[in-house]
């Protein structure tokens, strides 16, 4: 079964700093694409970025950036100069083959405050 | 442009009740999915449809779950005999086709309270 592990229920940090969250993921497939979603206290999950297993450079999208290791099945998202409205559940996500649809499977999410 | 809406906001209904949960998707998009987010599951997948294929059920967890997507669009989500471990947010998405290339817009869900 594939399943993913996001081993950081909490985190914070403080206004502009860096903050990395984990997120760990088991599969035997070799294709496959990564997610991370953001969830806001308005409960809508808004895509923050993905990376596609076979591309080895990491994604980047302005301050967010990935870290995927696909040996270690890992894969952690970078926010850099966090904002206050950065505040929000977050989620990595991971997406099967073609084949098994377009059903994403989650993590248990990690809750991000980002303290002024 | 208008995204995926949801209906209601909120819900609590009493136990042993049947409920019914809309879901508009982004006009044009073809792949609709329903997942439940709840305190002891986490965020786990139910059901997908796929424009006249047959949706994929394999996470709906017992059969009191059932949806149907009519004329390709609106879905609906019917919960029959609903219980206190029903309770939960139920969202939707929709993407332009199905597979990992297209990007899941959500809802902003429905949360199911069952009292």
């Known amino acids: 079964a594939q399943t993913v592990t996001q081993s950081q229920p909490e985190m914070s940090v403080q206004e502009a700093e860096t903050v990395t969250l984990s997120c760990t993921y088991d599969?035997?497939?070799?294709?496959?694409?990564l997610f991370w979603y953001k969830q806001p206290p308005s409960r809508q999950m808004i895509l923050v970025i993905r990376?596609?297993?076979?591309?080895?450079q990491n994604a980047t999208e302005n301050r967010f950036s990935v870290n995927f290791q696909k040996a270690a099945k890992s894969f952690s998202l970078k926010i850099s100069d966090s904002q206050l409205g950065d505040t929000a559940m977050y989620f990595c996500?991971?997406?099967?083959?073609?084949?098994?649809?377009?059903?994403?499977?989650f993590g248990q999410g990690t809750e991000l405050s980002v303290k002024p | 442009g208008a995204g995926v809406s949801q209906s209601p906001s909120n819900k609590v209904t009493e136990k042993g009740k049947d409920v019914e949960l809309r879901c508009d998707p982004i006009s044009g998009h073809t792949a609709l999915y329903w997942y439940r987010q709840s305190l002891g599951q986490g965020l786990e997948f139910l059901i997908y449809?796929?424009?006249?294929?047959?949706?994929?059920k394999s996470g709906l967890p017992s059969d009191r779950f059932s949806a149907e997507r009519t004329g390709g669009s609106v879905s609906t989500l019917t919960i029959q005999r609903t219980q206190q471990e029903d309770s939960a947010v139920y969202l939707c998405?929709?993407?332009?086709?199905?597979?990992?290339?297209?990007?899941?817009?959500f809802g902003p869900g429905t949360r199911l309270t069952v009292t």
């Open positions: 599969t035997s497939e070799n294709n496959y694409y």
């Open positions: 990376q596609e297993a076979y591309k080895q």
């Open positions: 998405a929709s993407s332009h086709q199905l597979g990992q290339y297209y990007e899941q817009y």
């Open positions: 449809f796929q424009g006249n294929s047959a949706p994929d």
């Open positions: 996500a991971f997406m099967p083959t073609y084949n098994q649809g377009g059903k994403l499977i």
